[in-house]
């Protein structure tokens, strides 16, 4: 599936001088496959970027598309659809559920497109060194323990496209290598694309492309 | 999952009030709309004048005696008693206006003749479901409604002749015969019994056959109106008592008695469904809000299912069912406290002499669906407004 940004401003940052290379106000392609890093300083709309791309907000002029279709015009069918099938996200707040344990959190996932088993999904917590907190509540494990399982809620499902919203901000250097190998591990065997925004790093792996905002 | 989820942060006071109010409600709504109902049924068909309709005269005493005051109505007096708002209607009573007398004419019984006063009521206030109830010119038979009493006072003639006495339905095949005369003429009409009246003193006739005696037999004498119909609004008989005892007039006790007894039960009843009405609407309104509140609640939860792919359909089902749930639960334990509690009115009512029929109305249960289907449809549109606000 090809996301392209032509001409997207969004209009809290439309004041906001943009450099040429910016996202905003220019046309880019995101094509089926590609593992893209984006990178900006605060304050440069990289979690407005993730919003609009997956249709959560549309305060913005220019076009957003998936193969030539324009978001604006999805339905909550669509939509649904894509969440579930095409695109998985990893937003800068986790949007986990404090009060369900890590296994809730994942089952609530794993529910809509049944892939993995439990035993499968607490292998996912043991290789980013979690595993013990298969029974505790969310809400009482430390940002980077949170961060941990809201990439496995992504990577458990299918999709085409992982969006990541500064997914690796409290994590040390070698939990983080551990989620990049994870992250191209499942997008490998799914021929899916990435795109990671940061806020500079490029936590010294591989992309196909760096853009900026 | 879901469930729990999503009916977190719950307020357990406020859905206890809520549902308590809802079933207080509910049970006193299907019992008041059916006991109106069947109070309201109560002495139909036993008796020939319609609900809320009493025979009125004008009260006799030394006065009239003397012919210092009248004791029948003018037609400007029938048109002021039509006036009030609580009557709905007023119409004369004909009398016969010629001779007549009443004689039985079968073989089975012995000869008994007396000269009868036969009356014709609008076929507006009775309630005759026969359809023998009509006659014209030429017909041999006339149909009749004999005052029980009369009845009674043949009995008493065949007992004192050592004849066994008869019953309402033997009655009712015996045949008997009106001489219709006066001063050049006289004639004779077959009659058959097809009911009998408490309420009414003479021999009621069908209205033609009336005519028919007062053009051909008639005595010559100015017609007087001395009673008339009454029939008073719904539940508003006590103002027909009111209007009677201020202008002089007077009617058969167990009338007005029945028609006290169901005017006030009625009322009390009705007061009670308008109560359980708001009770109802308002602990409706309790719960509709309540599940306002806890979307609110868990407006983030709502929110981050929408956006981990859960269908707003999804959601908006999981609210709606759960309160569909609520309600139809408390519907259920109502409409089973309603029939405990019909036992024991039941019985009550019995007790106290009033033989209301027993059986369920289906007024009651009509309104417990249409209550049903209206919580149903606002939780419906409550849940999906919620839901898709998130979305």
């Given at each position: 599936m090809k996301i392209r940004f032509n001409q997207v401003m969004p209009i809290p940052l439309a004041s906001i001088q943009h450099s040429s290379e910016s996202i905003w106000g220019n046309e880019v392609s995101f094509n089926t496959g590609q593992k893209i890093l984006l990178n900006a300083s605060s304050g440069k709309g990289k979690s407005t970027f993730t919003s609009s791309a997956v249709g959560l907000r549309n305060d913005y002029t220019g076009t957003i598309s998936y193969d030539e279709l324009?978001?604006?015009?999805?339905n909550e069918d669509d939509w649904t659809k894509i969440r579930r099938e095409k695109i998985a996200v990893v937003f800068q707040d986790l949007q986990l559920f404090p009060t369900l344990s890590v296994k809730e959190n994942l089952l609530i996932k794993s529910l809509l497109q049944p892939k993995y088993s439990e035993v499968e999904l607490k292998n996912f917590l043991e290789f980013l060194g979690i595993a013990d907190k298969w029974e505790q509540k969310c809400g009482l494990l430390s940002m980077g323990q949170q961060q941990r399982v809201a990439i496995i809620r992504a990577l458990i499902q299918p999709f085409q496209w992982l969006i990541m919203d500064e997914p690796f901000s409290h994590l040390d250097v070698e939990n983080t290598k551990k989620c990049l190998e994870l992250i191209h591990q499942r997008c490998d065997e799914q021929k899916a694309g990435f795109i990671l925004t940061t806020l500079g790093e490029t936590h010294g792996t591989h992309f196909d492309s760096e853009l900026k905002l | 999952m879901l469930r729990k989820l999503l009916f977190q942060n719950q307020d357990r006071k406020q859905l206890i009030i809520a549902i308590t109010g809802a079933f207080l409600g509910i049970t006193f709504l299907i019992t008041s709309i059916h006991y109106l109902i069947k109070v309201n049924e109560f002495g139909e068909g036993a008796e020939i004048l319609g609900p809320n309709t009493v025979i009125v005269q004008k009260r006799v005493s030394t006065s009239t005696t003397f012919n210092l005051t009248k004791t029948d109505f003018s037609s400007r007096e029938i048109e002021k008693i039509k006036a009030e708002s609580f009557v709905a209607d007023v119409k004369p009573v004909i009398s016969n206006n010629f001779d007549v007398s009443f004689e039985t004419a079968d073989p089975q019984v012995p000869r008994f003749r007396s000269d009868v006063f036969v009356q014709t009521l609008d076929p507006k206030f009775l309630d005759v479901k026969?359809?023998?109830?009509h006659w014209k010119p030429g017909e041999k038979i006339v149909p009749i409604i004999l005052p029980r009493d009369f009845l009674v006072m043949l009995n008493t003639f065949m007992s004192a002749q050592g004849i066994p006495q008869v019953s309402d339905e033997l009655a009712m095949q015996l045949k008997f015969k009106f001489t219709l005369s006066n001063d050049k003429s006289k004639e004779w009409v077959d009659a058959q019994i097809i009911g009998f009246t408490n309420e009414v003193p003479s021999i009621l006739v069908p209205e033609s056959f009336m005519e028919y005696g007062n053009k051909e037999y008639s005595l010559g004498k100015e017609q007087k109106i001395t009673q008339i119909m009454i029939s008073g609004r719904e539940n508003e008989f006590g103002k027909v008592e009111q209007l009677m005892k201020e202008r002089g007039l007077e009617s058969k006790n167990s009338q007005i008695i029945v028609g006290r007894l169901k005017s006030m039960v009625g009322t009390l009843f009705l007061v009670v469904l308008g109560i359980s009405i708001i009770a109802v609407f308002v602990s409706g309104l309790v719960l509709i809000q309540y599940m306002q509140l806890l979307m609110s609640k868990n407006a983030y939860e709502v929110k981050t299912l929408l956006r981990i792919g859960y269908h707003p359909k999804d959601l908006t089902k999981q609210f709606f069912f759960y309160f569909v749930k609520v309600f139809g639960v408390v519907a259920f334990i109502g409409t089973v406290v309603f029939l405990l509690l019909k036992f024991y009115l039941d019985d009550m009512f019995e007790t106290g002499g009033i033989y209301i029929d027993t059986g369920l109305s289906y007024q009651s249960f009509t309104a417990l669906l249409i209550t049903f289907a209206s919580f149903t449809f606002a939780s419906f549109r409550t849940a999906k407004n919620g839901i898709f606000s998130n979305y």
């Open positions: 324009d978001i604006k015009s999805f | 026969s359809d023998k109830w």
